[in-house]
């Protein structure tokens, strides 16, 4: 199957999707791109402070939205949980974890200013997830441009798995993230591709990467 692992198409509860009707068209493109399943991974951060109740209650409004349309593609459901201490404790403390294909945890950093982890460190925060028997995953790390590249490898080496954005290497966030987007799969680091779909623009810039010749199989 073609899967894809995050995405932000859950309708009004992050800064995805806005409406239900931009949630079925987001799913659509995916699904005419060649997915057959799509993970839906909306954030739980201090600004959006989602639960499993909060993120169910979408996820069945869009199946449902979707079997109307008569979109054909599986849906699951987790979140992209990120390492702040406004939510992070809580997740672990009340047991939030949603895994991914049973096994995966999307586990991201702050985008601009690793302050916003406070006295979190990755890497207990990552051994914490393997001593539950799941495998975290680190999204998008060419967009964190304060995370050395030792430091990553160093996070890879421990077990954890490398993630980088379809809409990093189609150039969605500029000619640094994609670089290093790029560099990282050069090396073999990325272990996943995913879309980190958001909203139409998305659909957009990632669909004229397609229809350049590139192809969200080839990688």
């Known amino acids: ?17 806005k409406t239900l009707e931009e949630s079925v068209q987001l799913a659509a493109s995916m699904a005419s791109w060649g997915f057959d399943r799509i993970t839906c991974t909306p954030h739980i951060t201090r600004l959006y402070r989602n ?5 169910r209650r979408e996820f069945d409004r869009l199946s449902e939205a979707l079997s109307v349309n008569g979109t054909d593609v ?20 009340k047991d939030w974890l949603m895994p991914i ?8 950093f702050p985008i601009s200013h690793r302050s916003e982890m406070g006295d979190l460190d990755p890497m207990e925060e990552f051994r914490k997830v393997m001593s539950l028997g799941l495998t975290p995953i680190l999204p998008h790390p060419e967009r964190y441009f304060y995370l050395s590249h030792d430091e ?9 798995k490398i993630q980088s954005n379809y809409g990093s290497l ?3 966030y500029g000619l640094e993230s994609r670089y290093r987007a790029q560099k990282l799969v ?7 591709l995913a879309t980190d779909m958001h909203n139409l623009k998305y659909v957009e810039i ?14």
Do not use: C, Q
């Open 51 to 55: 639960t499993p109740d909060m993120i």
């Open 101 to 108: 294909e049973d096994k995966y945890i999307l586990m991201e």
């Open 170 to 172: 189609a150039g969605l």
């Open 186 to 192: 050069d090396e073999g680091v990325v272990s996943f």
């Open 1 to 17: 199957m073609k899967v894809d692992f995050h995405s932000h198409i859950l309708p009004g509860i992050d800064d995805g999707a």
């Open 206 to 219: 990632i669909g004229k990467w397609l229809s350049a010749g590139n192809s969200l199989w080839e990688y």
């Open 152 to 160: 990553m490898m160093s996070f890879v080496d421990a077990g954890v």
């Open 74 to 93: 599986e849906l699951r459901m987790s979140a992209e949980y990120r390492l702040n201490p406004e939510t992070w404790p809580d997740v672990l403390a």
